[in-house]
């Protein structure tokens, strides 16, 4: 049998509406437009596709975006300051950092310098540091482990006891996502480049979140048979066959994968458009935050 294709796009969609509906009703009853300032720093490619996703995603849910593109070889200090004054500027909701950052700068204090009021990708240490304690809440909690979170409660009706293993160990996906199933009472393995006999602890997962970056790594003698599989990877590969050469692909061998699987997330169309979905959806909330204060 095969497995159930868990549509993420459909899910993000469902997720964009509501938002988009909330902020229509919000703006009419005489509240701020939520606002997202979206800070890219030099020129990666995929960067600048992501944040150009983004900004769309937020004019079509009526929020406001204010982009700020800066230089390859901005100093830490200017980047700090531009994230200060964002912190100060009663229009931004939220302040998105787009990641990677070029090598020279220390993401760890740029990170801290949101105001956790804003911090709608929620990578303070602050919010992580809730996250990974018990009884407490983060204000914002990261999106694509939210998005992975929201499939998985879709999919399954309950995570209490499931045998969940996180492949790769991110401070984006890996490590809260991991988080975040702990709370969900998931019994939770953390795999990485050094974990001994892989395959064998793979097996052992009704939920296997795969988040390495690493094309097509997880096989389908791999997968449980019936376990969920979240394929959190987007990688870009060769293909003479393909229009223009290349190809996305997830970390999951998909076509062996899907025979195997009770259910799973295709590459593209499954978690990456939950990330957007989820970034809209804490700006959001971030705005209805600032209504309170
Ligand atoms: N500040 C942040 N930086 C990064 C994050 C993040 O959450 N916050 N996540 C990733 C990249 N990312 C968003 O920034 C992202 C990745 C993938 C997608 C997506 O929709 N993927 C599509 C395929 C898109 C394509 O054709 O290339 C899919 O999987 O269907 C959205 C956002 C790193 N940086």
Request: hydrophobic share 45%; charged share 25%.
């Amino acid at each position: 049998m095969t497995a159930k294709i868990i549509d993420g796009k459909a899910v993000a969609a469902e997720v964009r509406a509501e938002v988009a509906a909330v902020v229509a009703q919000r703006v009419e009853a005489g509240k701020s437009r939520p606002g997202l300032a979206t800070v890219l720093v030099g020129e990666n490619p995929a960067s600048q596709v992501y944040v150009r996703m983004k900004q769309k995603a937020c004019a079509e849910a009526g929020i406001e975006s204010f982009g700020y593109n800066l230089p390859e070889d901005t100093s830490q200090e200017d980047l700090e300051k531009l994230v200060r004054e964002l912190n100060a500027d009663e229009r931004v909701n939220g302040i998105l950092v787009q990641l990677p950052l070029p090598k020279h700068l220390d993401e760890e204090r740029v990170l801290a310098a949101i105001s956790l009021d804003k911090d709608v990708d929620g990578f303070h240490p602050v919010n992580i540091g809730r996250l990974a304690q018990k009884g407490r809440k983060p204000q914002f909690i990261p999106c694509t482990p939210a998005g992975c979170m929201l499939l998985l409660r879709k999919n399954l009706d309950s995570l209490e006891g499931v045998n969940a293993v996180v492949l790769g160990r991110s401070n984006i996906v890996g490590m809260p996502v991991a988080l975040l199933l702990v709370e969900a009472n998931a019994t939770v393995t953390i795999c990485h480049s050094r974990t001994k006999n892989l395959p064998d602890v793979v097996r052992q997962a009704d939920v296997l979140v795969a988040a390495v970056g690493r094309p097509e790594m997880v096989r389908g003698d791999w997968i449980k048979p019936g376990a969920v599989v979240i394929d959190v990877g987007v990688n870009r590969i060769d293909d003479p066959s393909a229009k223009n050469g290349t190809r996305l692909v997830g970390d999951v061998a998909y076509d062996e994968a899907v025979e195997v699987a009770g259910a799973i997330t295709p590459v593209p169309g499954g978690v990456g458009p939950m990330t957007i979905a989820m970034l809209l959806q804490n700006t959001l909330k971030a705005a209805e935050l600032s209504d309170k204060q």
